[in-house]
Each structure stands twice: as C-alpha cells, then as structure tokens.
C-alpha cells in the first residue's frame, strides 16, 4: 500500500506547483508535511527551471493550520521538545518569506492558524471568494506567536489586536481588506486569476526579480532574516504556553466538543 506524499509538486512553464495533499485532514500542517515542504522549497530554490512557486491545497480546503492531534500530543510533551516542534513551523516560515524567486498564495479554500503565516509569507496570494479565516489560537490556550513575524508584516497592529483576541472567524474580502491577499475572485476564476499574474511575472528577467524582492527588503527595513529570527524566538513563548493547564484545557474541550472551562456562554 503506497504512502500519500503529504505534499505534491509539479513543474509547468516555469512554476512550481506545491499542494498541501492531505485533503482528509484539511491540509493541517503536521511534522511530515512541514518536513517535505521545507524540502521542496530547497529543490526549487536551487533548480534554475523553476521561475517562481505557487502554494495550494487539494481538495476544498487550503490548509487547517496546525494539526491540532499532533498539538495535543505536544501539550504532554516536554517544553524543549514542543519548542523543537514549533521551531519546524518558524523555519519553514522563515524559508518561504525568503524565498528568492517569486512566490503565489492560491488561496482556494478555507485557512486557519498556521496557514495564515503560509499565505502572509508569500508575495503575493489571491483568494477564493468563498473562504473563510480565523486565528483560533486563543480558544485553544495559545497565541498565534510563530506566524506573527510574518503575518504582523502586512496586517495592521490595529486589525491583528481584534482577529488575535477574537479569534472570529472572517471572509475573503477582510483578508484582501487586512492587507493579506490581494486580490478575490469567484471559485471558478481563481485559476485564471492565478495565471494572470503569474504570466506578468514570467515577462519580468529572472536576475531582476530576485533583485526586485531583495530591494524591497533593502528599502523597508523589514529583512526577512529578522523575520525568520523573530519567529524563532516566538516559538519559545508558544512551546511554554502548550505545556501550561489552559492549553491541555482548550485542546481536550477541543476533542471532546465541549466548552472550555473559561467560557461563560
């Protein structure tokens, strides 16, 4: 019996074609895709065939964030090893944002949580117009804190105070309002939108885009080395807050479909 490939590539003109392929668990992010992920980002980096990346889900879904039953395993796990376990998010993360060539969020479904970050640490995303988001960290006893580098770089201080603490659910058109996707496009138009710009970028010189992305790095003052190096950091206050009660609390209310014990409605 064959293994699915929790991630799938494919090369067409120039474009690498990444799929989050664990469409029965809604694309969540557990260690294997992370692992295989972080991978193919390294191979298209160094293939001189490849101009640029575009990162999808199979299935309806785009990604479901982190793979909440490998999480809850880590809650009774040691602290050093659940830093061990988030600090894999931070570099792929950190690996992406830094991606030398051109990369494209198509964004066909609903993301949660870590899947936030994915889109945040692409250049560009364009999104279907029937997805929904959410930071739902908070109602599990935890912080959204590997992907706010990322994410805190192009949505307001303002906007991230309310989806953080809410944890509410939002749609298409806030993402693209929140400065998270650029643009929205009817299910049926998202490839077409896709090709659109990712045929304008395959006119511009290899050698010039690259330079184009390191200048806007340069210009901003927003290297994604620091990036990278800040979500590092916030894995180590994410890895403390699983270990603690309220998370171990929130992950079991969780599972078992109830409240939480700290809700009141």
Same mark, same amino acid.
């Given at each position: 019996?064959?293994?699915?490939?929790?991630?799938?590539?494919?090369?067409?003109?120039?474009?690498?074609?990444?799929?989050?392929?664990?469409?029965?668990?809604?694309?969540?992010?557990?260690?294997?895709?992370?692992?295989?992920?972080?991978?193919?980002?390294?191979?298209?980096?160094?293939?001189?065939?490849?101009?640029?990346?575009?990162?999808?889900?199979?299935?309806?879904?785009?990604?479901?964030?982190?793979?909440?039953?490998?999480?809850?395993?880590?809650?009774?796990?040691?602290?050093?090893?659940?830093?061990?376990?988030?600090?894999?998010?931070?570099?792929?993360?950190?690996?992406?944002?830094?991606?030398?060539?051109?990369?494209?969020?198509?964004?066909?479904?609903?993301?949660?949580?870590?899947?936030?970050?994915?889109? /945040?640490?692409?250049?560009?995303?364009?999104? $279907?117009?029937?997805?929904?988001? &959410? +930071?739902? #960290?908070? *109602?599990?006893?935890?912080?959204?804190?590997?992907?706010?580098?990322?994410?805190?770089?192009?949505?307001?201080?303002?906007?991230?105070?309310?989806?953080?603490?809410?944890?509410?659910?939002?749609?298409?058109?806030?993402?693209?309002?929140?400065?998270?996707?650029?643009?929205?496009?009817?299910?049926?138009?998202?490839?077409?939108?896709?090709?659109?710009?990712?045929?304008?970028?395959?006119?511009?010189?290899?050698?010039?885009?690259?330079?184009?992305?390191?200048?806007?790095?340069?210009?901003?003052?927003?290297?994604?080395?620091?990036?990278?190096?800040?979500?590092?950091?916030?894995?180590?206050?994410? /890895?403390?807050?699983?270990?603690?009660?309220? $998370?171990?609390?929130?992950?079991? &209310? +969780?599972? #078992?479909? *109830?409240?939480?014990?700290?809700?009141?409605?």
């Amino acid at each position: 019996m064959s293994v699915q490939a929790p991630v799938t590539v494919e090369i067409l003109g120039g474009i690498a074609h990444l799929t989050l392929n664990r469409p029965d668990k809604r694309n969540a992010l557990n260690r294997a895709t992370l692992v295989a992920l972080s991978g193919m980002l390294e191979e298209c980096r160094e293939d001189a065939a490849v101009r640029m990346l575009q990162l999808t889900g199979a299935g309806n879904v785009f990604c479901a964030g982190a793979d909440l039953s490998e999480m809850q395993a880590q809650a009774h796990a040691a602290e050093q090893e659940n830093l061990a376990h988030a600090e894999q998010l931070a570099h792929l993360l950190g690996a992406l944002d830094a991606f030398p060539k051109p990369t494209l969020a198509r964004i066909n479904g609903d993301g949660y949580g870590g899947a936030l970050g994915l889109i /945040a640490a692409c250049d560009i995303a364009i999104v $279907a117009s029937h997805a929904k988001f &959410a +930071f739902t #960290e908070v *109602r599990l006893g935890i912080i959204p804190a590997v992907v706010s580098p990322f994410v805190l770089n192009k949505m307001s201080t303002g906007a991230a105070l309310r989806y953080f603490l809410t944890a509410e659910t939002f749609s298409a058109a806030t993402l693209k309002e929140v400065g998270l996707a650029h643009e929205v496009a009817q299910p049926d138009a998202l490839d077409a939108a896709c090709d659109r710009i990712s045929s304008a970028i395959l006119k511009g010189a290899p050698g010039a885009l690259r330079e184009a992305k390191a200048l806007i790095g340069d210009v901003t003052h927003a290297r994604s080395a620091l990036r990278a190096q800040t979500s590092l950091q916030m894995a180590a206050r994410l /890895a403390r807050l699983r270990v603690k009660e309220e $998370a171990q609390e929130g992950f079991s &209310a +969780f599972f #078992e479909k *109830r409240k939480a014990h700290w809700r009141t409605d």
